[in-house]
C-alpha cells in the first residue's frame, strides 16, 4: 500500500474538501484545495498535477501547506509589503486637508485659485523635504480617494440676465 502524503487530514475527508472547494469562489484557492483532496484520493503528485495542469512542486507547496496548517492555511496568501511611501499616513492626511481647505495662494506657492500636481510637488518638498514625482503624487492622491477634474473659469461679476440674452441673440442669428 502506498504512503499518504497527507499526515494531518485536521478532520477533513475528501468529501468535505470537494464541499468546500465549490464554495470557493476564487479559482486561485480552488485550485489548492483540489489539488490536497486529489492526494486525499489516493492519487500521487505527478498525476495531480497533470490533472490540475500545474507543476508537481506546486502540489506538494499545498500538502506541505495543509498538513501545516489545515484549510485555513491553504488558503491565506501572503503579498510582499511593497515599498515604503515617502510620506506617512499623517502626513498623507495633511496633504489631503491643505488640498480639501486652501489654495496654492493661501499657502504661499503661487497667485493660483487651483492645486495641480507640479504645485503640491513644491509644497511638498518645501513642507516635508521629500521629493516626489508628480505621477507618484498622482497616484497618492488616487489613493486618497481625491480625483482631477479640469478647472473651469466662472466670472465673479458676471450678469445672469445679459447671459440669457446673448445665448438668445445667438439662437435668433442661427434660425436666420
Known sequence: MKKSLITNTHGFTS??????????SDAFFRQRVTAVRLILE??????????????RQSVSTYVKMFNRGGIAELLQRNFPPGKQP??????QMEVKKVILESTPEQEGIEPSQSWDTRLLQKWIEERFSVTMSRSGI????????????R????????NKEKQQA?????????KT
Open 86 to 91: 515617502y510620506l506617512s499616513p499623517e502626513e
Open 42 to 55: 489516493g492519487f500521487s503528485t505527478v498525476k495531480a498535477a497533470e490533472v490540475l495542469g500545474i507543476c
Open 166 to 174: 446673448f445665448v438668445h441673440q445667438v439662437e435668433m442669428i442661427k
Open 15 to 24: 468529501e468535505a474538501l470537494r464541499k468546500e472547494e465549490r464554495a470557493i
Open 138 to 149: 498622482a497616484d497618492m492622491l488616487h489613493r486618497l480617494g481625491l480625483r482631477w477634474k
Open 151 to 158: 478647472t473651469t473659469y466662472v466670472l465673479a461679476k458676471a
